[in-house]
């Protein structure tokens, strides 16, 4: 701090002090306070201001978003010295919010016979309305000196506040989140000062919420909230994924005490995932629980229709090929408050997977623990009926699980083999590693070079004899296999999409016969195939029951009347 200035002091030998023409600074870093006036034994007038006075320059540690706070006040302080009279307006500004967009607080205070009063306002684009009060009785003296201000001194004051979520939420949320909507808070103090009585309401309507480093959005937030000094009462919450997925909530959020937080969520139905790599939803059953030093959320999430794309570009180990996947490295994480993780994700089914040749349809459990910065993933998903083609040939499926083993990424992991009789051996092909970049691997019975293998693969049947449809497969293997990546126009694909069906697939034999395949799931455990092929007699309809998840109780019945019907019975080990 630096002084500076000047005063007229009189009646010092008397002990009758007073000053007068009082013209002094007051400096910290830049920053300047004034003062000006008189003062005697009897009476003062003292003026002070200052203008554009940061902040940032006062020896105090301050929150990034007040370090920018700049301070224009006026105040007076007049009257006799047993009672003096205190006059203040303050404006602070700007309150950075967003860039080129501030919020600037004013405030009127006035302390006379015994009572100070405070009068907020806020302006700026994020608020419509913000005012407040705060009034307490206070006795100051400056002759004798007193300053009379208690633990059981009563306060009376009140706050409302209707704004922009929008422009608020780089103040009250971590990086990487962000909201919208409007935000309506009324809220009253009272008691004392030492014991202070905090009650009132606050709402949150029309809102969304996005968390982008879990791909998590919200729409139509509505919030219905009581308030008190220590904790947040949610009454109702209510939410959707912008599509049929809803979400709802209610319980208590401790403001001081963690391990009093009790909150529940239900979602139902609710499309957690968009991007072209997963599409899925979820239902879901879910505890936010307070701990004495961290929270624990626990609950139970059943996994609806997934779809899962491989990526068209992945690192191979098959010599001649010679593709090399770039390494992009991960992200830091947002280091978040650790909150405990235990739940139980169950997947019965329609859990699909393609890509790279792989159509399949996998179910299982996952048990999640950890925390939600280091989230620890384990168990499996199997498949349930699938198929692999690539090379122009269909491969049987000898074993097809997603595996999560440990901190996500990098689960899942593929764990995918396919076998096919070519030529004169048996070929399989082995599809792991993560599902963002997968790499597969040729061997065979009796053992060759991978080279040979794939010699055999592809050459099994002379070009002369493939059909155009296994062509137009072998010229897109060829092209992803050679480092010119992406598998082309979809039709089946872009078909299933349209149709709303969960498989559509085309089968081609060795005498070049072609049938169309299409299987739709008419409940929760039932599913439909039907197969039509360029015969008369060659269609087939065939329904699956999931009696468990071990055991399957199957039915066809072909266009010849010819029926049959089996139970199915598998272990997973």
Known sequence: FKLDGKATLKGIKSAQISAQDIDLDLTSQGSTLHAGGEINMDTLKIELNTKNFSLASLPVSLPEQLQTLSLDANAEISGPLSQPIITADADFTPLNVLKDESITISSKAKYESSNMRIDLNGQGKAIETLDGFVHLP?????????????????????????????QLAPILLPAGHSMSGDIDVDGTITGSLGKPDISGTAAFSDGTYSF??????????????????????????????????????????SIIEPSMTQLNLQLSDFHLLDSDKADGTISAELDFQGRAEDYLLSGTVNLGQFDVVIPERFSSKIPTLNIVEKDEGNKDKEQLRAVALDIEIIA???????????????????????????????????SKRGRYEEFGRRFTLERAYLRFQGSAPPSPYLDIVATT??????????????????????????????????????FGKNLEKITPFQAIQLKQTLDRFSGKGGGGFNPLGKLRDVT??????????DDGASSVGVGKYLAEDVYLEL???????????????????????????????????????????
Request: hydrophobic fraction near 40%; proline fraction near 4%.
């Open 212 to 253: 982008n480093a879990y791909g998590v959005e919200l729409y139509d937030i509505n919030l219905q909230a009581g308030l008190s000094l220590d904790t947040i009462k949610i009454t109702s919450l209510s939410a959707n994924d912008g599509q049929e997925g809803k979400l709802r909530g209610d319980g208590v959020l």
């Open 348 to 382: 019965d089914n329609r859990i699909f997977v393609r890509g790279w040749g792989l159509d399949a349809e996998f179910g299982g459990q996952i048990d999640v623990g950890g925390t939600l910065n280091d989230p620890q993933l384990n168990g499996a998903l199997s």
């Open 421 to 458: 009789d070519a030529d004169d051996i048996l070929a399989s092909v082995n599809l792991s590693g993560e599902v963002g970049s997968p790499q597969i691997k040729l061997s065979s019975v009796p053992s060759l070079p991978e080279d040979e293998i794939m010699s055999h693969i592809l």
């Open 500 to 509: 709303g069906l969960d498989d559509i697939s085309v089968n081609t034999d």
């Open 138 to 166: 206070l006795n100051i003296s400056l002759m004798p000196f007193a300053f009379d201000l208690t633990q059981n001194t009563p306060l009376d004051g009140a706050l409302k506040l209707k704004a922009q979520a929008g």
């Open 531 to 573: 197969e039509k092929g360029a015969g008369e007699a060659s269609g087939t309809a065939k329904i699956q029951v999931e009696i468990t998840p071990s055991i399957n109780l199957e039915s066809e019945v072909g266009q010849d009347a010819q029926a049959g019907a089996g139970v199915h019975w598998k272990w997973d080990y």
